[in-house]
């Protein structure tokens, strides 16, 4: 049975990392939560734990720090990042897509197709037309804000072309502040369901976690029981997490927030364990927000 609890220091001490979501969790696309930094920051200096934010991005760890900057999480409430970005553009770069990609994405995820130096001979990547693609390289719809579906014509040419897609965010949606949007993860189910291969390597998949782990250890030898995830995707955080055989913390006041009452700060247990029991998961805790 889940145990809902208040505040993160009921059960971190039990733990020496933790592996934490960002959008929704840490900060809403637009800000950080104050709470949910102050815990962090309570939890490195006063247990001496370790941080690695674990995010679904597809940019790559150094624009994931720019733009924490920029939504005032700050330094100190972290000791590193690992995100969907590089262990896909890893994944690229060993050309699992081929060298010649058709990108789907908007301007500002160019990063993403910068030289990766942790390789040491990464393949030679250009960016190409559908016509003259030999995969697809997905960071995010070109419109976050309109449906999937626009891309129907475009993956029924790559299917027929039998070119697999790469996903850089497995997240479906996420709340910009007060709106929701369409993410990588909704392309590639979308590809999937038409038949197309897609390729992830963000939560709920193992390699984003084998980049977290290979974070921490450069920081801290810390054993698998040790180790907390925290997020608030059911099906990406909570269901990677208990994939790899760690314990969770489920943030119910997250995308699922309305399913557990009227009030994101006070979830309805009887409902949590129903709708956790229809999910077919169960997290070793939640909370209404990381605090």
């Known amino acids: 049975m889940t145990q809902l609890i208040e505040s993160l220091s009921e059960i971190s001490g039990r733990y020496n990392a933790l592996f934490v979501d960002l959008w929704g969790c840490v900060h809403n696309g637009v800000t950080a939560y104050p709470d949910a930094?102050?815990?962090?920051q309570q939890y490195?200096?006063?247990?001496?734990?370790?941080?690695?934010?674990?995010?679904?991005s597809p940019r790559p760890r150094a624009q994931v720090a720019e733009q924490l900057v920029q939504f005032s999480v700050p330094a100190d409430a972290y000791d590193d990042i690992a995100s969907s970005?590089?262990?896909?553009?890893?994944?690229?770069?060993?050309?699992?897509?081929?060298?010649?990609?058709?990108?789907i994405g908007t301007p500002t995820e160019a990063p993403f197709f910068e030289p990766l130096k942790l390789l040491d001979n990464p393949a030679p990547i250009e960016?190409?037309?559908?016509?003259?693609?030999?995969?697809?390289?997905?960071?995010?719809?070109?419109?976050?804000?309109a449906d999937p579906s626009v891309y129907?014509?475009?993956?029924?040419?790559?299917?027929?072309?039998?070119?697999?897609?790469?996903?850089?965010?497995?997240?479906?949606?996420?709340?910009?502040?007060?709106?929701?949007?369409?993410?990588?993860?909704?392309?590639?189910?979308?590809?999937?369901?038409?038949g197309g291969e897609s390729l992830y390597f963000g939560k709920p998949h193992p390699p984003i976690y084998d980049l977290a782990r290979r974070r921490l250890r450069k920081i801290a030898?810390?054993?698998?029981?040790?180790?907390?995830?925290?997020?608030?995707?059911?099906?990406?955080?909570?269901?990677?997490?208990i994939g790899e055989g760690l314990d969770t913390l489920f943030i119910t006041g997250g995308l699922a927030a309305e399913e557990f009452g009227s009030d994101p700060a006070k979830?309805?247990?009887?409902?949590?364990?129903?709708?956790?029991?229809?999910?077919?998961l169960s997290p070793t805790a939640a909370i209404s927000f990381l605090r």
């Open 85 to 103: 970005g590089d262990s896909a553009r890893a994944a690229m770069f060993e050309g699992v897509v081929g060298n010649k990609v058709w990108h």
């Open 37 to 40: 930094v102050a815990a962090l």
């Open 127 to 145: 960016r190409v037309t559908l016509e003259a693609a030999e995969g697809i390289v997905c960071t995010g719809p070109e419109d976050p804000t």
């Open 152 to 194: 129907r014509p475009q993956f029924l040419l790559a299917k027929q072309k039998g070119l697999k897609l790469l996903c850089a965010n497995p997240d479906i949606v996420v709340d910009r502040g007060d709106h929701r949007e369409w993410c990588a993860g909704a392309l590639a189910q979308l590809y999937t369901e038409m």
């Open 221 to 241: 030898d810390v054993a698998d029981d040790s180790i907390l995830c925290i997020g608030d995707g059911i099906h990406t955080d909570i269901q990677g997490g």
């Open 267 to 280: 979830p309805d247990k009887a409902r949590l364990d129903t709708w956790l029991s229809d999910q077919r």
């Open 44 to 56: 490195r200096t006063q247990t001496g734990g370790k941080v690695i934010l674990v995010t679904n």
